[in-house]
């Protein structure tokens, strides 16, 4: 694990106060399936026969280590789409308490480095929309963009993160030789808003210009908007469904996120 792209992730790592290392072995597949329950709950979880495969054809995962203990992994294997091969990171996760401290970067930028020792300089994953915080480490934090979306990507999910939320996405297009800008700028028309101090959501326009940047907010924090109004965080995802669903089909990408949690297209 040499090279300048290694001490990108090795120096995030030490900021994050933890140690990387490839989980190769049988037990560190357990360790995975710790993780995994901190994270998500007892559910359809990866089988441990899974894991040790993806050990095994060179999608190996890469863990996070304070002293002896994995806190943290970070999971993916080779794809193929229309631009040819690319890497799916499936999972990022790290145990409840120690998340928001950089662990999560520093495995995003190991999977970086093992994806470019490997040739691959596209990685793709999803997330929830409505996430702002996932936002903006994606498109501020690494640089990646999205160029695609999916209204209930998944179906239905049983993990405690999930149920009971129509499973709708964004596929991530992280590409790895593009150095991240920081924030977006709040300047373009807006498709979508907040209204009022409950925060409800307002389509402001009709029909998508040509040749100018989309602003798209979310809520600030949707998981707490939810738990206060149930309903409102269901108005919020049908909102959101429908303008994004609506600028993709203009051929819109995403492609920059603000400290005010909103969505810039073009």
Same mark, same amino acid.
């Given at each position: 694990?040499?090279?300048?792209?290694?001490?990108?992730?090795?120096?995030?790592?030490?900021?994050?106060?933890v140690g990387l290392r490839p989980l190769v072995t049988l037990e560190q597949a357990d360790l995975i399936t710790e993780v995994m329950i901190a994270?998500?709950?007892?559910?359809?979880?990866?089988?441990?026969?899974?894991?040790?495969?993806?050990?095994?054809?060179?999608?190996?995962?890469?863990?996070?280590?304070?002293?002896?203990?994995?806190?943290?992994?970070?999971?993916?294997?080779?794809?193929? /789409?229309?631009?040819?091969?690319?890497?799916? #990171?499936?999972? +990022?996760? $790290? !145990?409840?308490? %120690?998340?928001?401290?950089?662990? *999560?970067?520093?495995?995003?930028?190991?999977?970086?480095?093992?994806?470019?020792?490997?040739?691959?300089?596209?990685?793709?994953?999803?997330?929830?929309?409505?996430?702002?915080?996932?936002?903006?480490?994606?498109?501020?934090?690494?640089?990646?963009?999205?160029?695609?979306?999916?209204?209930?990507?998944?179906?239905?999910?049983? /993990?405690?993160?999930?149920?009971?939320?129509? #499973?709708?996405? +964004?596929? $991530? !297009?992280?590409? %790895?030789?593009?150095?991240?800008? *920081?924030?977006?700028?709040?300047?373009?028309?807006?498709?979508?808003?907040?209204?009022?101090?409950?925060?409800?959501?307002?389509?402001?326009?009709?029909?998508?210009?040509?040749?100018?940047?989309?602003?798209?907010?979310?809520?600030?924090?949707?998981?707490?908007?939810?738990?206060?109004?149930?309903?409102?965080?269901?108005?919020?995802?049908?909102?959101?469904?429908?303008?994004?669903?609506?600028?993709?089909?203009?051929?819109?990408?995403?492609?920059?996120?603000?400290?005010?949690?909103?969505?810039?297209?073009?």
């Amino acid at each position: 694990m040499q090279g300048e792209h290694w001490d990108r992730a090795h120096s995030a790592a030490a900021v994050a106060g933890v140690g990387l290392r490839p989980l190769v072995t049988l037990e560190q597949a357990d360790l995975i399936t710790e993780v995994m329950i901190a994270t998500w709950g007892e559910h359809q979880l990866l089988p441990r026969e899974v894991l040790r495969a993806l050990q095994e054809s060179g999608n190996i995962p890469f863990g996070a280590f304070d002293g002896q203990d994995m806190v943290g992994y970070v999971l993916g294997f080779a794809g193929v /789409d229309r631009e040819g091969l690319h890497m799916h #990171s499936h999972m +990022l996760a $790290v !145990r409840p308490g %120690l998340r928001h401290k950089g662990i *999560g970067y520093a495995l995003k930028l190991a999977q970086r480095a093992q994806a470019l020792d490997q040739g691959i300089t596209i990685v793709r994953w999803t997330f929830d929309p409505l996430v702002s915080r996932n936002a903006y480490f994606n498109m501020a934090k690494l640089g990646a963009r999205c160029d695609r979306f999916g209204r209930s990507f998944y179906g239905e999910m049983t /993990d405690a993160l999930n149920r009971g939320e129509r #499973s709708d996405r +964004l596929v $991530v !297009r992280w590409d %790895l030789e593009r150095e991240p800008t *920081g924030p977006a700028r709040s300047e373009g028309l807006e498709a979508l808003g907040r209204e009022g101090p409950k925060d409800l959501p307002k389509p402001a326009v009709r029909e998508l210009p040509a040749g100018r940047p989309v602003l798209v907010r979310i809520p600030r924090e949707y998981a707490d908007l939810k738990e206060r109004d149930a309903g409102l965080g269901e108005a919020w995802r049908d909102a959101l469904a429908d303008v994004l669903d609506a600028c993709f089909e203009a051929g819109l990408v995403v492609t920059g996120f603000t400290t005010d949690s909103t969505y810039v297209l073009s």
